[in-house]
């Protein structure tokens, strides 16, 4: 996907004057480094100090390390999977070969390099996330296990053959803030999980090669921060990652004012990119816990050096990790609304570790659990070794924390009924998005999702892709790809492209109650359809355990679909306005019965390509047909569309 002009008009319309500036002087920077690049100063007596205590990585629940191993031991053999392609070549990687398409990115000046483009680069994604290195600190935290040191040694060689394919400034790979802050981290947990391997100095802090990468990749990070409408996550990123590495790695003449901004930059915006509730402003769940993680690794960071950080950041993650707490179903899944693309802040652990349930447990660790938490039972690496860094924080009642599950988030417009028999249902009357661009939002103004047993039934279908297929970034992020009302057969948020809204729904919440014993309520209307308002009431009952839906469209006689997207395990049989739904549980037959509005004609749609319709995307780059429900008609303003969902004893 290459954009053309219009996109970065668009894109520019939605900068302040001080974005615009600092942008200018970005350029004139990089147009500088192109041709006199800075040069790193002379380093003596590196040592690395930032170890594990003693008894952490004893620490290590037995089935945690046996899922570290079994991972470790396939990324050995070269075998890994990234965004549903596997990969049989990590043995000796291609740094810049993208293995779906095969193609390779071009060389020359980083800034020089069409990432968006896919025809000259491939899917960049792709190419980028195996140069996290997070992989790497699987193998070393395998080392830090067993003491074998086949896991040190490929970590070595691919560190060796990395830095010499990737000097600093060139190629694909130095091009993105968020994939060098990310990098920086994995660097500083490798070298930590490699410091009984008696080749770690040699690797690191002993290798002129080392240490031009790292003050490169902060040289880097200290010029070209993340700026105004696109200071999100990857903000957070390059600050988390240039802060551990200033405080883990502080060898050279600038450490120390790299260390003080970044410290400050990533104060300034954990606040600035998350809600006093603790959910994440960009309204995207994957990046809430993208940024949860980065913020307890750089916290890690901080106390394994002593270096003080202030109180908010550590009340900023501990409000984030009660949010969490409090939104995840019976099964520790959280939300699934704005874009996801998989990414993580620190990796320790083997495949089926789950990633929600290591959070809160390291949650627990760090700031204490409050008895309305969900219970967890499974194990991780990640929290035993976080843990041993990180000071405790918030316990005894030095913090207010909130005494009952909250089931509201005035804030973030997120409420979460929830009813017998673990049905959950999330409803959507928040903000559009993040900043003036959202670049994470989907048009999913009023949506609902719903879940029985953790299940998806009505679900949100997710992310799928990028780059490269626009016509499905495009569904993925559509009215009609979610649970909601269309009207005209268009968006309620304009879109500017991938990663560009230029007009927003504006959304509120009417009521939000749950205080009714047996009987949970919420309302809220958008006006992305100016000048109709769409208005949406829904009602859980827990007696009849029935989810009632109302939709009324306010204004002119206009052309209406309303879409229900159900999960990939659910079979729908459509008889009408009627829909009996089926799935299974844990061996176990599972039904409820969707009765439809009579004034709409309704069809069902599953795995559709022209135009794109019926899917669900369980992780970035992976999709498959699920079934969807549509119905056509017109909203005239004088009835309501009412739809309710009846689940079966």
Same mark, same amino acid.
């Given at each position: 996907?290459?954009?053309?002009?219009?996109?970065?008009? &668009?894109?520019?319309?939605?900068?302040?004057?001080? @974005?615009?500036?600092? &942008?200018?002087?970005?350029?004139? &920077? &990089?147009?500088?480094?192109?041709?006199?690049?800075?040069?790193?100063?002379?380093?003596?007596?590196?040592?690395?100090?930032?170890?594990?205590?003693?008894?952490? !990585?004893?620490? *290590?629940?037995?089935?945690?390390?046996?899922?570290?191993?079994?991972?470790?031991?396939?990324?050995?053999?070269?075998?890994? %999977?990234?965004?549903?392609?596997?990969?049989?070549?990590?043995?000796?990687?291609?740094?810049?070969?993208? /293995?779906?398409?095969?193609?390779?990115?071009?060389?020359?000046?980083?800034?020089?390099?069409?990432?968006?483009? %896919?025809?000259? +680069?491939?899917?960049?994604?792709?190419?980028?996330?195996?140069?996290? #290195?997070?992989?790497?600190?699987?193998?070393?935290?395998?080392?830090?296990?067993?003491?074998? %040191?086949?896991?040190?040694?490929?970590?070595?060689?691919?560190?060796?053959?990395?830095?010499?394919?990737?000097?600093?400034?060139?190629?694909?790979?130095?091009?993105?803030?968020?994939?060098?802050?990310?990098?920086?981290?994995?660097?500083?947990?490798?070298?930590?999980?490699?410091?009984?391997?008696?080749?770690?100095?040699?690797?690191? @802090?002993?290798?002129?090669?080392?240490?031009?990468?790292?003050?490169?990749?902060?040289?880097?990070?200290?010029?070209?921060?993340?700026?105004?409408?696109?200071?999100?996550?990857?903000?957070?990123?390059?600050?988390?990652?240039?802060?551990?590495?200033?405080?883990?790695?502080?060898?050279?003449?600038?450490?120390?004012?790299?260390?003080?901004?970044?410290?400050?930059?990533?104060?300034? #915006?954990?606040?600035?990119?998350?809600?006093?509730?603790?959910?994440?402003?960009?309204?995207?769940? @994957?990046?809430?816990?993208? +940024?949860? %993680?980065?913020?307890?690794?750089? *916290?890690?960071?901080?106390?394994?050096?002593?270096?003080?950080?202030?109180?908010? !950041?550590?009340?900023?993650?501990?409000?984030?990790?009660?949010?969490?707490?409090?939104?995840?179903?019976?099964?520790?899944?959280?939300?699934?609304?704005?874009?996801?693309?998989?990414?993580?802040?620190? *990796?320790?652990?083997?495949?089926?570790?789950?990633?929600?349930?290591?959070?809160?447990?390291?949650?627990?660790?760090?700031?204490?659990?409050?008895?309305?938490?969900?219970?967890?039972?499974?194990?991780?690496?990640?929290? /035993?070794?976080?843990?041993?860094?990180?000071?405790?924080?918030?316990?005894?009642?030095?913090?207010?924390?909130?005494?009952?599950?909250?089931?509201?988030?005035?804030?973030?417009?997120?409420?979460?009924?929830?009813?017998? @028999?673990?049905?959950?249902?999330?409803?959507?009357?928040?903000?559009?998005?993040?900043?003036?661009?959202?670049?994470?939002? #989907?048009?999913?103004?009023?949506?609902?999702?719903?879940?029985?047993?953790?299940?998806?039934?009505?679900?949100?279908?997710?992310?799928?892709?990028? #780059?490269?297929?626009?016509?499905?970034?495009?569904?993925?992020?559509?009215?009609?790809?979610?649970?909601?009302?269309?009207?005209?057969?268009?968006?309620?948020?304009?879109?500017?492209?991938?990663?560009?809204?230029?007009?927003?729904?504006?959304?509120?919440?009417?009521?939000?109650?749950?205080?009714?014993?047996?009987?949970?309520?919420?309302?809220?209307?958008?006006?992305?359809?100016?000048?109709? +308002?769409?208005?949406?009431?829904?009602? =859980?009952?827990?007696?009849?355990?029935?989810?009632?839906?109302?939709?009324?469209?306010?204004?002119?006689?206009?052309? !209406?679909?309303?879409?229900?997207?159900?999960?990939?395990?659910?079979?729908?049989?459509?008889?009408?306005?009627?829909?009996?739904?089926?799935?299974?549980?844990?061996?176990?037959?599972?039904?409820?019965? =969707?009765?439809?509005?009579?004034?709409?004609?309704?069809?069902?749609?599953?795995?559709?390509?022209?135009?794109?319709?019926?899917?669900?995307?369980?992780?970035?780059?992976?999709?498959?047909?699920?079934?969807?429900?549509?119905?056509?008609?017109?909203?005239?303003?004088?009835?309501?569309?009412?739809?309710?969902?009846?689940?079966?004893?």
């Amino acid at each position: 996907m290459t954009m053309g002009a219009g996109w970065y008009l &668009r894109r520019l319309s939605r900068m302040g004057p001080q @974005e615009v500036g600092g &942008r200018v002087g970005d350029a004139v &920077r &990089r147009r500088r480094w192109r041709s006199a690049p800075p040069h790193r100063p002379p380093v003596t007596g590196a040592r690395f100090t930032a170890v594990l205590p003693a008894g952490a !990585v004893a620490a *290590v629940p037995p089935d945690a390390a046996k899922r570290l191993v079994a991972e470790a031991d396939r990324l050995l053999d070269g075998h890994a %999977e990234w965004f549903g392609v596997e990969r049989d070549d990590l043995v000796d990687p291609d740094w810049w070969r993208d /293995p779906k398409t095969g193609r390779r990115a071009p060389s020359g000046y980083a800034f020089d390099v069409p990432y968006r483009d %896919e025809d000259a +680069v491939g899917d960049v994604k792709q190419i980028w996330e195996p140069s996290r #290195h997070q992989y790497l600190t699987v193998l070393a935290a395998a080392y830090a296990v067993t003491g074998d %040191e086949r896991y040190a040694e490929r970590v070595a060689g691919h560190l060796r053959s990395w830095w010499a394919a990737n000097p600093p400034l060139r190629g694909v790979h130095w091009v993105s803030g968020i994939e060098l802050g990310i990098r920086l981290l994995s660097w500083v947990w490798v070298r930590r999980l490699l410091d009984g391997w008696p080749g770690a100095a040699g690797l690191f @802090e002993d290798n002129p090669v080392a240490l031009d990468q790292i003050w490169h990749h902060q040289r880097w990070l200290a010029a070209f921060p993340s700026r105004g409408s696109s200071a999100n996550n990857h903000v957070i990123a390059e600050a988390a990652g240039q802060f551990a590495a200033a405080c883990a790695f502080g060898w050279f003449p600038s450490s120390t004012r790299w260390r003080s901004a970044a410290l400050r930059s990533l104060e300034r #915006h954990l606040r600035a990119n998350t809600f006093p509730s603790g959910l994440n402003r960009e309204l995207a769940t @994957e990046y809430h816990g993208l +940024v949860l %993680e980065l913020g307890l690794a750089a *916290v890690a960071e901080a106390d394994a050096a002593s270096v003080p950080v202030p109180a908010t !950041v550590r009340l900023v993650l501990l409000r984030m990790t009660d949010a969490l707490a409090a939104v995840v179903d019976n099964r520790l899944r959280p939300p699934r609304q704005g874009d996801a693309d998989d990414g993580h802040g620190l *990796v320790l652990d083997g495949a089926g570790t789950d990633r929600w349930g290591s959070l809160l447990a390291t949650g627990d660790a760090v700031f204490g659990r409050l008895a309305w938490w969900p219970a967890v039972t499974g194990t991780d690496v990640r929290t /035993p070794l976080l843990a041993a860094l990180v000071r405790p924080y918030g316990r005894n009642g030095t913090v207010t924390r909130p005494a009952e599950r909250p089931a509201h988030f005035a804030d973030a417009g997120m409420t979460v009924l929830r009813g017998p @028999e673990e049905i959950w249902c999330r409803c959507d009357g928040g903000p559009h998005g993040f900043l003036s661009i959202a670049a994470h939002a #989907h048009a999913d103004a009023l949506s609902v999702e719903v879940r029985h047993d953790g299940v998806d039934v009505l679900a949100d279908p997710g992310t799928f892709c990028y #780059h490269g297929q626009p016509e499905w970034r495009r569904y993925f992020r559509s009215t009609l790809g979610h649970n909601t009302l269309q009207l005209d057969g268009g968006d309620q948020s304009v879109s500017g492209g991938p990663f560009l809204w230029t007009r927003h729904a504006g959304s509120r919440v009417l009521a939000a109650d749950a205080s009714e014993e047996g009987v949970a309520r919420w309302a809220a209307e958008h006006d992305g359809y100016r000048p109709s +308002v769409h208005r949406r009431r829904v009602e =859980l009952t827990a007696a009849t355990r029935e989810l009632r839906i109302v939709d009324e469209v306010h204004g002119p006689r206009r052309p !209406v679909r309303l879409a229900f997207h159900l999960g990939p395990a659910v079979t729908a049989d459509l008889t009408g306005n009627r829909a009996v739904l089926t799935w299974s549980r844990g061996g176990e037959d599972r039904s409820a019965v =969707l009765d439809l509005p009579g004034q709409l004609s309704w069809s069902a749609h599953r795995g559709e390509t022209d135009p794109p319709l019926g899917w669900y995307s369980a992780g970035f780059g992976r999709r498959e047909p699920a079934t969807v429900l549509v119905g056509d008609g017109f909203a005239d303003g004088t009835q309501g569309f009412t739809t309710v969902l009846g689940f079966r004893g």
